[in-house]
C-alpha cells in the first residue's frame, strides 16, 4: 500500500478541523440556550417564591396565569431539559422532571434547626428563610436545588431519585 498525497492528507486534515469547529460551535449554542433556559426558569423559581413568600403575611396571593401561558412555559422547561439531557447524557446525568422541580415543597427554617446549610453553596441557612425541601427532607435553598435538579435528579446529600423523562 502506498501512502497517501500531500494533498489528500491536507484535504482530509482541513475536513477534520472544520468539523472539530462545527462540533464546537454547536456545543457552544447549546450551551448558551441551556443557560437562557436555565435563567428563565431560576426568574419562574423567584417569582414562585415570591408567591410563597405572601402566604400567610397578609398580601393577597396572585391572580392564577392563563394555561395557555404555563403551557408554553411548561414547553420551554420540557426542551431546555431535553436538551441538557442531550449535552449531559454521555456524563450519565439526566435531570429531574420540571413538575417534579415545581412541586418540592418550600418551607421555613426553624430556630431549633442549629447550623442548618445548604449543602450545594455551603451558606447557612437563616432562621426565618425559605428553604426548598426535598421528599426525603434535605432542605436547601430553592435557586441551588433548581440549578442542581435541572442536571441532576437526585438528592445531594442521599441519593434521593425524583421522576426523570
Known sequence: MGSLPVRDI????????TEAQQR??????????????????????????????GVGNGMPMPEEEEDEEEDVEEEILE???????AVAGSHGMV???IKSILSLERVGVDD???????AICLEELASGS???????SHGFHDGCIVRWLMTRHCCPMCRYELPTY
Open 24 to 53: 464546537q460551535r454547536e456545543r457552544e449554542e447549546c450551551r448558551r440556550q441551556l443557560m437562557e433556559d436555565a435563567e428563565r426558569l431560576m426568574e419562574e423559581g423567584e417569582r414562585l417564591q415570591a408567591q410563597f413568600d
Open 130 to 136: 425559605k428553604v426548598c425541601r426535598m421528599p426525603c
Open 79 to 85: 426542551e431546555s431539559v431535553r436538551q441538557e439531557i
Open 10 to 17: 491536507q484535504l482530509l486534515t482541513q475536513t477534520e478541523t
Open 95 to 97: 435531570p429531574a422532571t
Open 112 to 118: 431549633a434547626e442549629e447550623d442548618y446549610s445548604c
